[in-house]
């Protein structure tokens, strides 16, 4: 069965790090398309960061840029979200999916999704 697991979410103060993670089971990533996502309350989904299959190509949100990184370890079936310098309107709860459409826009249809994992920035 597909399956993506985020982890590495928690309470950070501002100017903090934090590295998520998400790791697959059941399938491979090698010939995705990955992408984290966040949700804050009252706001609708949107993409943070997404990264092609190969790692050749990458997209981040402007809100996000110079602060975040996106990267994967197809030998761990596993993509990671450095996030440094974190704000408080970081706050949300942070989505990794997963689409075998390699170089796609990132926007929130993507066709498999983790439960997500919560990131509070606050002092």
């Known amino acids: 069965q597909l399956q993506l697991v985020e982890s590495g979410g928690g309470l950070v103060q501002p100017g903090g790090s934090l590295r998520l993670s998400c790791a697959a089971s059941?399938?491979?990533?090698?010939?995705?398309?990955i992408g984290w996502f966040r949700q804050a309350p009252g706001k609708e989904r949107e993409g943070v960061s997404c990264?092609?299959?190969?790692?050749?190509?990458?997209y981040y949100a402007d809100s996000v840029k110079g602060r975040f990184t996106i990267s994967r370890d197809n030998a761990k079936n596993t993509v990671y979200l450095q996030m440094n310098s974190l704000k408080p309107e970081d706050t949300a709860v942070y989505y990794c999916a997963a689409d075998p459409q390699d170089y796609r826009a990132c926007e929130p249809d993507f066709g498999a999704w983790g439960q997500g994992t919560r990131v509070t920035v606050s002092s």
């Open positions: 990264i092609s299959s190969s790692a050749r190509s990458t």
């Open positions: 059941g399938f491979t990533l090698d010939y995705y398309a």
